[in-house]
């Protein structure tokens, strides 16, 4: 089975980019859909953005299109989540996920322990 850790969160202004990692151990990267969920304080958890295990089809929430973008460096086995102009309401915990269905289901099988993520107004 895969390990999941993520990486790359921390407190920015409005307006700012971060990009998150997630660093596959155990098996590749490339043998799982993958997806980026965030959960924020009194909010349910929602998925973020996604990509299939061919590493071709990739999806977004409509909040974060045209500002978030999913990748994968099946040579770093690893998953990235570039985020630019953030915003206060994209504050929350993410979650890197994983599940070796060609598409990631609703509950993928493996997750990270999340990186916190603070927008800042």
């Known amino acids: 089975q895969v390990q999941l850790v993520e990486s790359g969160g921390g407190l920015v ?16 990267v490339s043998s ?26 990739t999806d977004y929430a409509d909040s974060v299109k045209d500002r978030f973008s999913i990748s994968r460096d099946n040579a770093k086995n690893a998953v990235y989540l570039q985020m630019y102009n953030l915003k206060p309401e994209d504050t929350a915990v993410y979650y890197c996920a994983a599940d070796p269905a060609a598409q990631l289901p609703h509950v993928p099988r493996y997750w990270g322990q999340g990186t916190q993520v603070t927008v800042s107004s």
């Open 13 to 28: 202004q409005a307006g700012g980019s971060l990009r998150l990692a997630c660093a596959a151990s155990g098996r590749a």
């Open 32 to 57: 799982y859909a993958i997806g980026w969920f965030r959960h924020a304080p009194v909010k349910e958890r929602e998925v973020v953005a996604t990509i299939n295990r061919l590493g071709g089809i």
